[in-house]
C-alpha cells in the first residue's frame, strides 16, 4: 500500500502552522496579542518541522515547498499589515516583500532545475560565509528568527511599547537589536536571486549550444 506523504508528521505540523497563520491575519487588525502569539509559534514550529522530517525520515518534496511557501506568505502578510500602520515606509516594505518572494522563488526554480546542470554553474556553498549560513542549522535559525523577530516587534509597538527594560520598551529594544540581522538576511537573499539568475543564464546558453550541435 502506497505511504499517504499528506499524513507525514512534519506536513501535520505544517498544516498547523498555516492555520495558526490565518488565525494571526484575522487578528492583525484588531487584537495584535493573539496576532502575535499565533504568529511567532507558527514560526518557531518551522524549526520543529525540520527536525521531525529528519528523525521520521519523512521529509518531501511538498513539505518543503508547504513549509516555503508559508513562510513566504506569513511574511508577506505581516508587512501587508505593517504598511498599513506605516504608511510613510509603505515603499520599504514593498520593496522587502519583493526581495523576498521573488529571490527565494527564483532560487528554488533554479534548484529544481539541476536536472539539466552545467559545469558552470555558481555553487554557493563553495563561499565560506555562505557555507557557515547553508550548514550550521543554528546559524539559519538565528537569521531567520533575527529577521521575523525584526517584523513582528516592528508590529508590536504599533499597539505598545512593551516592558520597558533600562528607559527603553522591550519591543522597541528588540526591533534595535534585530534590525540588522533583517538587513544581513535581506542582502543574502539578494545574492540568491543574482546566482539563481546566472545560473539559469548558464543553462539557457549551453541548451541553446547543444541546440546547435
Known amino acids: 500500500?502506497?505511504?499517504?506523504?499528506?499524513?507525514?508528521?512534519?506536513?501535520?505540523?505544517?498544516?498547523?502552522?498555516?492555520?495558526?497563520?490565518?488565525?494571526?491575519?484575522?487578528?492583525?487588525a484588531t487584537d495584535w496579542s493573539v496576532a502575535v502569539v499565533c504568529y511567532v509559534i507558527s514560526g518557531l514550529l518551522d524549526a520543529l518541522d525540520g527536525h521531525a522530517a529528519r528523525y521520521l525520515d519523512q521529509a518531501t518534496k511538498f513539505g518543503a515547498i508547504l513549509d516555503q511557501l508559508t513562510d513566504r506568505c506569513g511574511t508577506m502578510c505581516l508587512l501587508v499589515t505593517l504598511s498599513n500602520f506605516y504608511?510613510?515606509?509603505?515603499?520599504?516594505?514593498?520593496?522587502?516583500?519583493?526581495?523576498?518572494?521573488?529571490?527565494?522563488?527564483?532560487?528554488?526554480?533554479?534548484?529544481?532545475?539541476?536536472?539539466?546542470?552545467?559545469?558552470?554553474?555558481?555553487?554557493?556553498?563553495?563561499?565560506?560565509?555562505?557555507?557557515?549560513?547553508?550548514?550550521?542549522?543554528?546559524v539559519l535559525f538565528f537569521m531567520c528568527l533575527g529577521n521575523e523577530a525584526f517584523f513582528a516587534s516592528l508590529y508590536a509597538m504599533h499597539f505598545a511599547e512593551g516592558p520597558v527594560i533600562a528607559g527603553i520598551g522591550l519591543f522597541r529594544l528588540i526591533c534595535y537589536a534585530s534590525a540588522p540581522v533583517m538587513a544581513?538576511?535581506?542582502a543574502i537573499?539578494?545574492?540568491?536571486?543574482?546566482?539563481?539568475?546566472?545560473?539559469?543564464?548558464?543553462?539557457?546558453?549551453?541548451?541553446?549550444?547543444?541546440?546547435?550541435?
Open 1 to 28: 500500500m502506497a505511504e499517504n506523504i499528506f499524513l507525514f508528521v512534519p506536513n501535520l505540523i505544517g498544516y498547523a502552522r498555516v492555520i495558526l497563520a490565518i488565525i494571526s491575519f484575522y487578528y492583525m
Open 87 to 138: 504608511p510613510r515606509y509603505m515603499f520599504w516594505f514593498q520593496l522587502s516583500m519583493t526581495i523576498d518572494v521573488a529571490c527565494h522563488w527564483i532560487y528554488l526554480h533554479s534548484s529544481l532545475l539541476q536536472g539539466k546542470t552545467s559545469h558552470k554553474l555558481i555553487d554557493l556553498g563553495a563561499n565560506p560565509i555562505m557555507k557557515i549560513y547553508y550548514t550550521s542549522r543554528p
Open 184 to 186: 544581513v538576511k535581506t
Open 189 to 213: 537573499s539578494l545574492v540568491h536571486g543574482y546566482v539563481a539568475c546566472c545560473n539559469i543564464g548558464s543553462m539557457d546558453v549551453q541548451e541553446r549550444e547543444n541546440r546547435k550541435k
